[in-house]
Nanobody, 123 residues
Framework: QVQLVESGGGLVQAGGSLRLSCTAS????????TGWYRQAPGKERELVAF????????EYDESVRGRFTISRDVAKNSVYLQMNSLKPEDTGVYHC????????????????WGQGTHVTVSS
């Protein structure tokens, strides 16, 4: 499994923006489907967005569609999540993870997770 490091979280007021980064130590991440996941307090981790290996396809959970944008920088072995018009319900720990299997990405069926990055949106 690719080792990934998340960053960019913080405290922001409702309506604000944050840009999360997910950086890998290996370029192989560019060959994988990469997803961003959110775990809100007291809730299960959920997939909020993913991007295909060639960046040709992206998909978003209904709760973030139109506000979040996922993108990839191949040269930096990184995947980003631009979050605009943030809402208090976006609060949580955000993780990224990657795999060649769309089923694993869709279900978040990874053996290991990084520490994630905390996002807090105040009302």
């Amino acid at each position: 499994q690719v080792q990934l490091v998340e960053s960019g979280g913080g405290l922001v007021q409702a309506g604000g923006s944050l840009r999360l980064s997910c950086t890998a130590s290996e370029s192989i991440i560019n060959d994988y489907i990469t997803g961003w996941y959110r775990q809100a307090p007291g809730k299960e981790r959920e997939l909020v967005a993913f991007i295909s290996s060639g960046s040709t396809y992206t998909e978003y959970d209904e709760s973030v569609r139109g506000r979040f944008t996922i993108s990839r920088d191949v040269a930096k072995n990184s995947v980003y999540l631009q979050m605009n018009s943030l809402k208090p319900e976006d609060t949580g720990v955000y993780h990224c993870n990657a795999d060649a299997s769309p089923i694993i990405v869709a279900h978040g069926a990874f053996e290991t997770w990084g520490q994630g990055t905390h996002v807090t949106v105040s009302s």
